[in-house]
């Protein structure tokens, strides 16, 4: 993974020294209506997966496991408030509902199940202790990532406790033995962190070639205000670059799959995402094995970084910084911008 801001020097410093370090609020796409059969609850879980405390919410409120929905899925060392829906449940009963690591917030009836993706994005606000001039240093930081956007790889964590899934999910791909019964959640996993470790590789090499911004001809562009796909056309590039510009587009990189939208044959977008399927042996065919667990998407290259502000902390040498970010960015690559090691 490649640093945007290598000509600003870091703060340095110590992170997650405990979980209040780490404060994730989800920001909801749209509020609860009020009435329905599920229950949509807020909660602010500590040092636990998501997973854990929707586990322990069902059992304590009687909900079913297989029934219950969340947007999105926080980091386990991190204080994080976000929503989660729970079928059958009084809300009467889940308001002041406290847990071991689980707290309730809020609840309120909706009409259906909370669906992973269904949010805005994300605020984070993270303690770095120990830093070096470090209120001067992450504001020129976030100041320069605001202007050009994030680099929107994938975090570590999407690689696994000990970073072999997608190691692993190149094997499925290819048909290979792994050992062991896997379920198809497990699957799943291994195949997107092998589908998003060749996105990382792609755009280390935009990167590189000092094309993140760029377009070029056949590039699968993203609309910033609706999401809509379209791919650039050589007589349009003129255009496109000043949609770029303006950054009402985002160039797209690929998350490799067989229904994946892909940049037209002989066009230069397309040659590098076929020389990244050639370096690892894909044909076309290779992810149509695996049917539904390998269907491929798009993955913008570049993420905004909203609402950012700095300040010090109580101690000498701690800042919080505090920003916002689109669903499927990871606040670890600001921090890693920011401290550089």
Known sequence: MRLLTTALPGTGGLFKTVPEDFLVDELPAYPPSGEGAHTFVRIEKRALTTDEAIERLCAALGARRDEA?????????????QWISLPNVDPERARGLALDGVRVLEATRHGHKLRTGHLR???????VRGTTSGVERARAILDALGKSGLPNYFGAQRFGA??????????????????????????????SAYQSELFNRYLDRRIDDGLLAVALAGDVMKKTDTGGLFTVENPDLAAAQARLDARAVVVTGPMLGHKMMAPPPGTPSRAREDALAAEEGLDAGAFANLGKLA????????????????????EAGEI?????????AYATLVLGEVMKG
């Open 121 to 127: 994005g994300n605020r984070f606000t993270l303690t």
């Open 295 to 314: 269907e491929g998407t798009r993955r913008a290259l570049l993420v905004p970084i909203g609402e950012a502000e700095v300040r010090a902390g109580e």
């Open 69 to 81: 929905g969340a947007a999105g899925f926080k980091d386990r060392q991190a204080i994080a408030r």
């Open 320 to 328: 919080v910084l505090g920003f916002a970010l689109p669903p499927g």
């Open 162 to 191: 000990r970073g072999d899934n997608a190691q692993k999910g190149k094997a499925l791909v290819r048909g290979e033995p792994i050992g062991g019964r896997l379920s198809r959640g497990q699957r799943r996993l291994m195949v």
